[in-house]
């Protein structure tokens, strides 16, 4: 876990984008992932274990399909430092878009 005093941890973009998607829809399985953000399964299961490594999301198993799993943002996070790639995610996706 970070706090405002640490350095906020190198992640690619395809994991701060991830964290945006989990951010406004909560929690979603892989295939949801990779729709969302539109990136491919790969990429999506790379950005997941970096984001677990770091502690930021948290998994549970669906209980639908318990070959999935649902990801959320770890609420014991600071919020401050989810907030933080959330910001520079809305960056990348804005200069996509432009």
Do not use: C, W
């Not at 959320?72 to 959330?86: A, K, M, R, T």
């Amino acid at each position: 876990m970070y706090n405002i005093y640490n350095e906020l941890p190198k992640l690619p973009k395809s994991s701060k984008k991830l964290i945006l998607a989990l951010s406004e829809h909560g929690s979603l399985t892989q295939k949801q992932l990779i729709a969302s953000v539109n990136m491919p399964a790969k990429t999506v299961r790379y950005a997941l274990k970096k984001l677990s490594e770091q502690n930021l999301i948290t998994s549970q198993h669906n209980l639908e399909d318990m070959r999935s799993m649902f990801y959320s943002l770890n609420p014991d996070n600071d919020f401050g430092i989810v907030e933080q790639y959330i910001t520079e995610a809305k960056i990348l996706v804005e200069a996509e878009i432009a």
